[in-house]
């Protein structure tokens, strides 16, 4: 039972992990200076917006989302991040339902 609840809560770390690793190598085109004011990253739901709009950059311009200077203020929606967490620790489950099905089945 222990041992399940360990390798539960490492999937969620894992989930965590790639919800920020995707926002983090995610890049933004911004087109003017309300899409500066609005910097909105996450995936596969927005969970972050951050207020760039101090900045005067040339028109297009691609921004990581979190790389570089943060703006102020910056907003975390959290109901958002859990939610993208629990998308990508649901698919980790069932990856790893699928493989200890199949390792099973090759077992036998």
Not at 27 to 56: I, M
Not at 76 to 102: G, M, R, T
Request: glycine letters at 4%; charged letters at 20%.
């Amino acid at each position: 039972m222990k041992k399940k609840f360990l390798l539960h809560i490492l999937f969620i770390i894992i989930a965590f992990v790639i919800v920020w690793i995707t926002t983090a190598s995610q890049k933004v085109e911004l087109f003017n200076k309300d899409d500066l004011r609005t910097l909105s990253c996450g995936w596969p739901f927005e969970f972050a917006t951050n207020d760039q709009s101090s900045k005067d950059p040339p028109f297009p311009w691609k921004i990581s989302c979190l790389g570089g200077e943060w703006g102020s203020p910056i907003k975390i929606h959290w109901p958002q991040l859990v939610v993208d967490v629990l998308v990508f620790y649901a698919l980790i489950v069932f990856i790893w339902i699928a493989y200890v099905a199949l390792n099973n089945k090759i077992r036998r």
